[in-house]
Nanobody, 116 residues
Framework: QVQLVESGGGLVQPGGSLRLSCAASGSIFRLNAMGWYRRAPGKQRELVAVISSSGNTNYGDSVKGRFTISRDNAKNTVYLQMNSLKPEDTAVYYC??????????WGQGSQVTVSS
């Protein structure tokens, strides 16, 4: 059924960049929004960025000005461009897809490690 496939995680030095992608498939219903959340060791899950089908975006305060979320509605794909990465950005990043009827699904998670 619904499947979210993530890619793009890895190891990067402070100040570097990474780009995450997430493709959703397997549902007949229309996507309302897609986004990214993250969970760092010892911390609760937090919002990174979310984008609606109309293009409205919201960012977590800690990533504003550094991360950019974008979408390709035809492909049901969301991207997260991460620039000026900091060690505190180290976390597992999870893609989320919200469908009509307010049903959401999660990707498998992508490890992002920022270290010298």
């Amino acid at each position: 059924q619904v499947q979210l496939v993530e890619s793009g995680g890895g190891l990067v030095q402070p100040g570097g960049s990474l780009r995450l992608s997430c493709a959703a498939s397997g549902s007949i219903f229309r996507l309302n929004a897609m986004g990214w959340y993250r969970r760092a060791p010892g911390k609760q899950r937090e919002l990174v960025a979310v984008i609606s089908s109309s293009g409205n975006t919201n960012y977590g305060d800690s990533v504003k000005g550094r991360f950019t979320i974008s979408r390709d509605n035809a492909k049901n794909t969301v991207y997260l461009q991460m620039n000026s990465l900091k060690p505190e950005d180290t976390a597992v990043y999870y893609c989320n897809a919200l469908y009509e009827g307010w049903v959401s699904y999660w990707g498998q998670g992508s490890q992002v490690t920022v270290s010298s």
